[in-house]
């Protein structure tokens, strides 16, 4: 058992892309947790495919390390606002923050959001400036914005006083001043030991774990993760497991596990302030109680912010089902979906009134895209509709979610931004000039019309524009928001995709489809030029007679097409559309697969729009 005034428990909070995890490759590095002759990657924490292949990080970890014989408990946060919920998990586990700011683009909405989160607990500071090499780099503005974030969020005296670090992550040096340029990561150490208070002592004797994280492992099964807030862990030892509800069960300890750099260590017992991952309580929830079985006394549990995005995920039941995933029932995506909302505390799952179909309420659609993305990976087939606000009637009047968006641009892409953000409702409430040719906006925008607009910001602005969105409580509603200007090409029967017939459709629009792509009816094989839908046949083939004109045949030639991935598909679909999602394909699809079906469903609308009306 490490004695409490021993340990630190830190999480580094911070912004998306501002350098956290690269932050913690080198804290490991310097503290020696890697040997001489090891391979080394980049950004090791992000174990995940997922996180590798997007740059980011999705779940929150935890690892260790022992700088002059104290042992420091760091938790590496995601930095996308769609991940709060693994951010205020992670903070539940520690006495202190790592508040990392970008030298260049300062404090952002999630800056704000981790920092309110990390000032309600009364959690203590440490402030690190990273990327002072960048050009851009303003670290004396960007401190002052940083003392005005905390003075805006209602810090008292005891919070405003930090220590303040400039460091240069990528290159594993850090130095309290700017003038003398630092060497390694030992003041970042140092700050931590001096400035982060140990565990506090526990007020009551009994054992008392809150479970923050869910683990899984091979050999031993599930592992919950929390810390110690009172009492002594053994192995073999019973233990209460209290529930939501005030519901008791009995459980036992099978192995206790420590944290040292990235592997699970076992060990004998844990006191005080100590991070542990326990086996041989498989049915345990996070938010869950472990307490003495004699005088058991539940923590308060763990709660996050509302989520705001809703998709309804259903079985596939296109032409094609079946064909390329291995788990493609009701049951298999029920049991699925209910097993990640049990191991993610921001999201709900909840039944609809049709038995194939399940309602998944999240943060955002990159929370949910991710969902979708590693059940794919998994094997499993399903459609995804496109993402829904979560609306709320307050006082008999409805009400939707509004987002903060900030918006770092060139000067010359602020007029089209503010254009393009009219029709979704957007309503500017600032605008500061950043220098170097850069302006900061900031919106008000209904949730729902953000949807899809992250691939047009990104054209509009040349790829130069850096946007962020930060929850803004709900307003009523704001009426109808445009989804889109083009109608679909629409495939109208079952087949495989023919070059000659390609050529001809690829005039009325942008193809998503190649040749010798197997399609269905109902399929969406591209985008029209205009607003109306287009059936076509894109298995035409030319007619082998020995009749010739008089000219020579036309030449076919092919335009690459639009390559459509998860996320964009989801941002293009209309109401009336779907996401075939298989281990293979990305496929968008009418929900309605019928041409005639979908001609008496516009028909019936537009006569009911008439009756209103009238």
Known sequence: MIARENIRNVAIVAHVDHGKTTLVDHMLRQAGIFRTNEALTERVMDS????????????????????KGK??????????????????????????????????????????FVLSKALAMGLKTVLVINKIDRQDARPKEILDH??????????????????????????????P???QPGKNLEPLFDAILSHISPPPAPTQEPLQLLVANLDYDDYVGRLAVGRVQAGRLTPNMPVAVMRDGGKIEQGKIVKLYGFQGLKRTEIADAGPGEIVSIAGIEAI???????????????????????????????????????????????????????????????RVE?????????????????????????????????????EPVTKTIDGVLNEPMELMFCDVPETSVGVVTERLGPRKGRMSDMTQLGGGRTRLVFRIPARGLI????????????????????????????YIPKRAN????????????????????????????????????????????????????????????IRAAGRDENVILTPPREMGLEKALEWIADDELVEVTPKSVRMRKKALSSNERYRADRDRKREERGEAT
């Not at 307490?291 to 094609?320: C, H, Q, S, Y």
């Not at 399940?358 to 979708?372: K, M, N, S, T």
């Open 452 to 479: 899809g607009f992250r691939s047009e910001f990104l054209t509009i602005t040349r790829g130069e524009g850096i946007m962020s969105t930060q929850f803004d409580g709900y307003e009523p509603w704001f009426g």
């Open 177 to 179: 001043s700017l003038e």
């Open 351 to 387: 039944d609809t009134e049709t038995p194939d179909a399940f309602r998944v309420v999240g943060r955002g659609e990159l929370q949910l895209a991710v969902i979708i993305e590693t059940m794919r990976r998994e094997g499993y087939e399903l459609t995804a509709s496109n993402p």
């Open 71 to 112: 042992q420091i408990n760091i938790i590496d946060t995601p930095g996308h606002a769609d991940f709060g919920g693994e951010v205020e998990r992670g903070l539940r586990l520690v006495d202190g923050v790592i508040l990392l700011v970008d030298a260049a683009e300062g404090p952002l909405p999630q800056t704000r």
């Open 146 to 175: 940083v003392y005005s974030l905390y003075i805006d969020l209602g810090a008292d005296d005891t919070q405003l006083e930090f220590p303040v670090l400039y460091t240069i992550a990528r290159q594993g040096q850090s130095s």
């Open 285 to 347: 929830s996070i938010g869950d109680t472990i307490a003495d079985v004699e005088k058991p006394v539940a923590l308060p549990r763990i709660t996050v912010d509302e989520p705001t995005m809703m998709m309804i995920f259903k079985v596939n039941d296109g032409p094609l089902a079946g064909k390329e995933g291995k788990y493609v029932t009701s049951r298999n995506l029920r049991e699925r979906l209910y097993r990640e909302a049990y191991r993610n505390v921001s999201i």
């Open 487 to 546: 109608g679909a090409i629409v495939s109208d029967r079952l087949g495989e995709t023919v070059p000659y017939a390609l050529f001809s459709i690829q005039e009325r629009g942008q193809l998503f489809v190649g040749a010798g792509v197997t399609i269905y009816e109902g399929m969406i094989i591209g985008e029209n030029a205009h607003p109306s839908e287009l059936n076509v046949n894109a298995c035409r083939e030319k007619k082998l007679t020995n």
């Open 48 to 67: 995940n495919d997922l996180e590798r292949e997007k740059g980011i990080t999705i779940l929150a970890k935890n690892t260790a390390v022992t700088y």
